[in-house]
């Protein structure tokens, strides 16, 4: 699908050819990358899951279709939310890593955990995630950080 930029004030806007940009609000443009729950989802497990291949995105416990796996990948990529790398490990193979805009992701994606860990009493709280966060969450991401980027620099080719 081919792209067309356009400029909604003086901000430039990519839109799909066929497709006018909703709004040059912020959060409707995050929501325009962001804003279903597979893309989530996905983001939620290469952050704090450490999911890497195709095969471990498809075993979680909300069990994606293929399709749309395969979909929110190549958007994410597209977005350059992750990096998509032959592994050095196994060139045969593909990883997902995360980049330093996917990390951006962790407060929002943290106070969804803890609103539906609130709100939503049938949900798995992961009461030690939460208990970290708000403990201290300049520290909490420092350390994600920091582990994240230890482990991108050890997979890259």
Known sequence: ???AS???GKRKVM????????????VSCALDILGDKWTLLVVRDLIFFRKRYFGDFQNSPEKIATNILSDR?????EGHILLRRRDPANARKVIYMPTEKCLDLVPPIMELLRWGAKYVPESDAHENLVQQFEQ???KFMAEIRQSLRKENEANKE
């Open 1 to 3: 699908m081919q792209k």
């Open 6 to 8: 356009q400029y909604v």
């Open 15 to 26: 839109t799909k050819s066929n497709q006018i940009s909703r709004s040059s609000c912020p």
């Open 73 to 77: 990948l190549k958007k994410l990529e």
């Open 136 to 138: 201290d969450p300049m």
